[in-house]
């Protein structure tokens, strides 16, 4: 079997503490892993970072930090993403990039749980039809967000030649081959939209395999809430442990604003070769 060459970007923009509890899991689950910063809070918090050392402290091999306003990274992370690609990642070997946001928590090896990835393809979160989130999703909800994604569509078909079905993804937990990276960070996307609708159209667009990670299972079922959820509602420690418990319960978690250990008994768990998302 071929080993993939990940690599991850590790997206923030506060809870230092939390971050670095982060970076120190990922890496114990990855022996060897390289995890090089984006931070996106602003370029008013450039100088604390500096002061504080923000690259030992967090763990991290690199550090971008976005000039863009705080609002607009949150908004724009495939945008900042391509400049931290052209500034950053051009000058990295890997194969997959990984954007692990400080709020997901992945309990097993990239490897492991992006197995079901191509390593050329672009992984997304709950892609969904936009046919059926049409009036109901916050990005199509109002006139104004109509009007951007009818615009961001019509870009796509002119200069593009976009022809398929647009799709919706959460914006959580990403993978991205290199050669999409490459791609992306020469071609000059609108500021249209989010990036949750932005990425999936860019992918299809550019002719790259698209799969979706797993990570939520329905765009809907509130149940789905409890794992992997769009909105601020954070997921319940217990909840995590639970699933650590069943071999092959869920490895991926959204969003998680504690710091984690994994508990030594549960190592073997996420080893044991049991496939889970």
Known sequence: M???????????????????????????????LQVHGLYGGGPGGR?????????P????????????????????????LAAWYREVGRHLDFDVAHLVEWDLLLLDSL?????????????????????????SWEWLRTPEGLREWESLLSYA??????QDEPLGCIGCGPAFSRAFLDAYARIDPPEL???ELRLPLVVQSLGFPLVD?????????????????????????????AELQRPGGRRAFHPVRHSFRLPA???????????HR
């Open 57 to 80: 402290l967090l763990g991290l091999d690199s550090l971008y930090v976005s000039p863009r306003p705080g609002r607009w990274n949150w908004k724009h992370g495939d945008l900042a």
């Open 111 to 135: 490897d492991r749980v992006y197995a079901d990835v191509p390593p050329d393809a672009v992984a997304l979160t709950c892609l969904t039809p936009l046919t059926r989130l049409l009036g």
């Open 213 to 241: 990670t797993g990570f939520r299972r329905s765009w809907d079922d509130p149940v789905e809430d409890r794992y992997f959820a769009a909105n601020a509602t954070a997921i319940q420690h217990e909840t995590i442990t």
């Open 265 to 275: 008994h549960t190592m073997s768990l996420s080893s044991s070769g049991a496939h």
């Open 193 to 195: 939209c989010h990036d």
């Open 157 to 162: 078909r002119l200069t593009w030649g976009y």
């Open 47 to 55: 100088q604390a970072l500096l002061r504080y050392g923000a690259i």
């Open 2 to 32: 071929t080993l993939v060459n990940r690599i991850v970007v590790f997206r923030f923009d506060r809870n230092p503490l939390i971050c670095r509890s982060g970076v120190a899991l990922l890496r114990s689950l990855n022996p060897g």
